[in-house]
């Protein structure tokens, strides 16, 4: 007979809130809920967490009411080749709406709480395309004008506004240092959130900036975990396992990574206890994530579903795919500054995770946000490869499959920033719409042009 999570009988009693997490999604409670869950210090971090959505109309999902109604429990589903192990996680000791600003500010206004950490996709920093806080965002404007003029009791959506709002109500109460830990997959991570947070807080109230700098901390991380959708069919199985009907099950592989870089100014939980490493410098580790992984998993989401094929481990075993995935590592991993053994390593590593066949990660949902993804995880190797009169084959090929993608081929476009590309892309012929991507990514390269419009021509042949 099935039951729902409670702490007096499946999990550990709250910890103090001493962390607000704004995006409270799978990833985060694959990763840091999960880290901060073995930590030895465990009963003494406890998670706040909010969605990240921006919109108006904010709507409660079923997890959010999993994590009500089961006190912030959840189980997590940890997919090893050899079965399953499930494990229930109570480092989320109560979570929120998106919208709900007064238990937000409330939180901010708490001395006890010392990190802020999100996981808000890279369009939730609300960057334009130097990296600087989009000031011509209409609804980010609507959000900040509304802290500028004083309504501070009123609801704000965008990522950047609910900082400043949290940061303008700790600097009230006096609450002390605080440090945001963002966790997203963008290189340098906790730089763009300094860099979009003073800016938001300088549009508001320039007098926060020198606050800000006696009293913010930012850390740059580097995250790994492969996180797929919960399906229906994982969440039988787990239930017949355990005897829970757990809406806000969650399923991860085996692997987690977490390197962190940057000052805290008020602590952490002893996340070395579980692993993750504390460094002077992330950018090699992000690099070699960013590229390796993430960049593969891009090439892999644009070209495979052209193949018919909708999951990873559906498309590393198509031996069309697996090809071009080592060619595009062939040529990203000459622009990661680690030893090469390391390099080849970490490269064996992800195809043993790829070809978990647990592991049923939708190609689909790795598509989603292109226009945010490509420029950071395909294009450094295009440009790299061109300052020197060459052309990076292996990363070619991922723009050429984004370029289908973005005309209707493979998985459907789920990317809000896409839609005049969209547009554009979808207008002329094949080769007018890789000149329409290319200058999107800011390519001017007839060789490149000539390749992406190959690959691409080759792929449409292939077409399932």
Same mark, same amino acid.
Request: aromatic content about 6%; charged content about 20%.
């Given at each position: 007979?099935?039951?729902?999570?409670?702490?007096?009988?499946?999990?550990?009693?709250?910890?103090?809130?001493?962390?607000?997490?704004?995006?409270?999604?799978?990833?985060?409670?694959?990763?840091?809920?999960?880290?901060?869950?073995?930590?030895?210090?465990?009963?003494?971090?406890?998670?706040?967490?909010?969605?990240?959505?921006?919109?108006?109309? !904010?709507?409660? #999902?079923?997890?959010?009411? %999993?994590?009500?109604?089961?006190?912030? @429990?959840?189980?997590?589903?940890?997919? +090893?080749?050899?079965?399953?192990?499930?494990?229930?996680?109570?480092?989320?000791? %109560? #979570?929120?709406?998106?919208?709900?600003?007064?238990?937000?500010?409330?939180?901010?206004?708490?001395?006890?709480?010392?990190?802020?950490?999100?996981?808000?996709?890279?369009?939730?920093?609300?960057?334009?395309?130097?990296?600087?806080?989009? @000031?011509?965002?209409?609804?980010?404007?609507?959000?900040?004008?509304?802290?500028?003029?004083?309504?501070?009791?009123?609801?704000?959506?965008?990522?950047?506004?609910?900082?400043?709002?949290? @940061?303008?109500?700790?600097?009230?109460?006096? *609450?002390?240092?605080?440090?945001?830990?963002?966790?997203?997959?963008? !290189?340098?991570?906790?730089?763009?959130?300094?860099?979009?947070?003073?800016?938001?807080?300088?549009?508001?109230?320039?007098?926060?900036? $020198?606050?800000?700098?006696?009293?913010?901390?930012?850390?740059?991380?580097?995250?790994?975990?492969?996180?797929?959708?919960?399906?229906?069919?994982?969440? *039988?199985?787990? +239930?017949?396992?355990?005897?829970?009907?757990?809406?806000?099950?969650?399923?991860?592989? /085996? =692997?987690? $990574?977490?390197?962190?870089?940057?000052? =805290?100014?008020?602590?952490? /939980?002893?996340?070395?206890?579980?692993?993750?490493?504390?460094?002077?410098?992330?950018?090699?580790?992000?690099?070699?994530?960013?590229?390796?992984?993430?960049?593969?998993?891009? @090439?892999?989401?644009?070209?495979?579903?052209?193949?018919?094929?909708?999951?990873?481990?559906?498309?590393?075993?198509?031996?069309?795919?697996?090809?071009?995935?080592?060619?595009?590592?062939?040529?990203?991993?000459?622009?990661?500054?680690? /030893?090469?053994?390391?390099?080849?390593?970490?490269?064996?590593?992800?195809?043993?995770?790829?070809?978990?066949?647990?592991?049923?990660?939708?190609?689909?949902?790795?598509?989603?946000?292109?226009?945010?993804?490509?420029?950071?995880?395909?294009?450094?190797?295009?440009? %790299?490869?061109? *300052?020197?009169?060459?052309?990076?084959?292996?990363?070619?090929? !991922?723009?050429?499959?984004?370029?289908?993608?973005?005309?209707?081929?493979?998985?459907?476009?789920?990317? +809000?920033?896409?839609?005049?590309?969209?547009?554009?892309?979808?207008?002329?012929?094949?080769?007018?719409?890789?000149?329409?991507?290319?200058?999107?990514?800011?390519?001017?390269?007839?060789?490149?042009? *000539?390749?992406?419009?190959?690959?691409?021509?080759?792929?449409?042949?292939?077409?399932?």
């Amino acid at each position: 007979m099935s039951r729902i999570l409670n702490r007096a009988q499946d999990g550990r009693p709250a910890a103090p809130i001493r962390i607000v997490h704004l995006g409270i999604g799978n990833f985060t409670r694959a990763h840091q809920a999960w880290y901060t869950e073995h930590a030895s210090d465990a009963d003494q971090w406890g998670i706040a967490g909010f969605p990240g959505r921006t919109t108006l109309r !904010p709507r409660v #999902s079923p997890r959010d009411d %999993a994590l009500d109604a089961q006190e912030g @429990l959840y189980q997590l589903d940890i997919q +090893a080749p050899e079965g399953d192990r499930v494990e229930v996680i109570s480092s989320i000791s %109560a #979570s929120f709406r998106s919208h709900d600003i007064e238990s937000w500010m409330t939180l901010f206004a708490d001395p006890q709480v010392v990190i802020v950490t999100s996981t808000i996709t890279e369009a939730g920093y609300c960057r334009n395309p130097q990296g600087d806080l989009d @000031l011509g965002n209409p609804e980010l404007i609507a959000d900040l004008d509304k802290l500028k003029s004083g309504q501070l009791d009123e609801p704000v959506f965008t990522g950047p506004a609910k900082f400043v709002r949290g @940061l303008l109500a700790r600097r009230a109460a006096g *609450a002390g240092a605080i440090t945001f830990v963002p966790c997203d997959n963008v !290189p340098e991570n906790g730089t763009m959130a300094e860099t979009v947070i003073r800016q938001a807080a300088d549009y508001v109230d320039a007098s926060l900036l $020198e606050w800000i700098d006696e009293n913010v901390g930012f850390v740059t991380t580097m995250v790994d975990r492969i996180t797929p959708h919960t399906s229906e069919e994982d969440a *039988a199985r787990v +239930a017949e396992l355990t005897g829970i009907v757990d809406p806000g099950l969650v399923v991860c592989e /085996p =692997f987690a $990574e977490w390197v962190l870089a940057g000052e =805290f100014k008020a602590g952490h /939980p002893d996340w070395e206890s579980v692993g993750a490493k504390f460094v002077d410098d992330v950018v090699p580790h992000e690099m070699r994530k960013l590229y390796l992984l993430n960049g593969s998993h891009s @090439l892999m989401a644009y070209c495979a579903p052209v193949l018919g094929l909708e999951t990873v481990y559906q498309a590393i075993n198509d031996p069309r795919v697996l090809g071009w995935v080592n060619a595009f590592w062939d040529d990203a991993v000459q622009q990661v500054p680690l /030893p090469d053994a390391e390099k080849q390593a970490y490269r064996a590593a992800l195809l043993e995770r790829f070809t978990n066949p647990r592991m049923k990660d939708q190609l689909a949902r790795i598509a989603a946000d292109g226009t945010q993804k490509l420029p950071i995880r395909i294009v450094p190797h295009l440009k %790299a490869f061109a *300052a020197a009169g060459k052309v990076a084959t292996g990363a070619t090929r !991922p723009v050429a499959g984004w370029v289908l993608h973005l005309r209707g081929v493979g998985a459907p476009v789920n990317d +809000a920033a896409a839609s005049a590309l969209v547009n554009e892309v979808r207008s002329g012929d094949l080769d007018s719409a890789v000149h329409a991507v290319l200058r999107f990514l800011q390519i001017d390269d007839e060789q490149i042009a *000539a390749t992406v419009l190959s690959q691409a021509q080759e792929m449409e042949a292939m077409r399932a």
